[in-house]
């Protein structure tokens, strides 16, 4: 089974027996790449809108403990939607992205819509934009710094300021695409 498998598997089965009621599965993976340490976001969405994102920026742990607690975080903890009832699970799709490590943006030219996810920090605030999300929205790399910074909670431009850290990354992603 490929690794891009295994993980939708693995959230799926997750959501459907905690939002059950059932206890956490025991989950086992058989791809090494679910032992390393990578950021990791699971998106819900629901007739093709968002219904629940949330993820880790940075491997904390390993890739097979992190898959589970974002995917009931996402159905659960998302404070933008109310929690994820059993009844929907049918008609959510699962989409995962698995961040590859951060480097600096040393000139917007540099950023490359569809490979580049970005990061902003600036004075407490911080906002996070997934490398797919400006081309679902058909965004430009001025709409999608616009956008990174009123994600922060920022004024439009707040990347020019001194002090703010502009990161960027590109992720594996893969998605059910099951309705």
């Known amino acids: 089974m490929s690794f891009a498998n295994e993980a939708l598997q693995a959230v799926r089965k997750t959501l459907e027996e905690v939002l059950a009621g059932r206890p956490e599965p025991t989950l086992t993976f058989e791809d090494p790449r679910f032992n390393q340490h990578c950021g990791i976001f699971v998106t819900l969405k629901k007739h093709g809108e968002l219904r629940g994102c949330i993820g880790l920026i940075r491997g904390v742990e390993p890739l097979s403990q992190a898959i589970g607690e974002m995917a009931l975080a996402a159905a659960t903890h998302d404070p933008r939607f109310p929690k994820v009832k059993p009844e929907e699970l049918d008609d959510i799709d699962i989409e995962i992205s698995v961040l590859t490590p951060m480097s600096k943006v040393v000139d917007i030219s540099e950023i490359e819509i569809g490979r580049d996810g970005l990061l902003l920090q600036y004075h407490g605030h911080s906002g996070l934009l997934l490398p797919q999300v400006p081309v679902e929205w058909d965004w430009d790399v001025e709409e999608f710094l616009d956008n990174l910074c009123h ?18 990354f590109s992720a594996d992603i893969f998605s059910e695409n099951r309705c």
Do not use: F, N, R, T
């Not at 439009?156 to 960027?168: E, I, N, T």
């Open 151 to 168: 994600k922060a909670g920022l004024p439009v431009g707040s990347h020019l300021q001194p002090g703010a850290v502009l990161l960027k």
